[in-house]
């Protein structure tokens, strides 16, 4: 697997700190993309919010959650 950028680092570590409630945005959305390119997340989709609303981990994201934390980010 190809090394995950600082952002998607931190944004990995601040997903799982928050719970999963962090919002979606032009500043967090390529790092989420990155995250489930990378097989860690997948993108959901609501209603009111549309597509790429919302990222939840993968099962491999929650296997590898304390590797990933223990990982120095920027």
Known sequence: MKPLSPAAL????LHVERGGHL????RTREAYRELARA?????????????ES????TK???????EL???EAG
């Open 23 to 26: 919002d979606v945005d032009d």
């Open 39 to 51: 097989g860690l997340m997948q993108a959901g989709h609501t209603y009111t919010k549309g597509d």
């Open 60 to 66: 491999e994201g929650f296997e590898r959650k304390a």
């Open 69 to 71: 934390l223990a990982k």
């Open 54 to 57: 919302i990222y939840r981990l």
């Open 10 to 13: 931190d944004l990995f570590r």
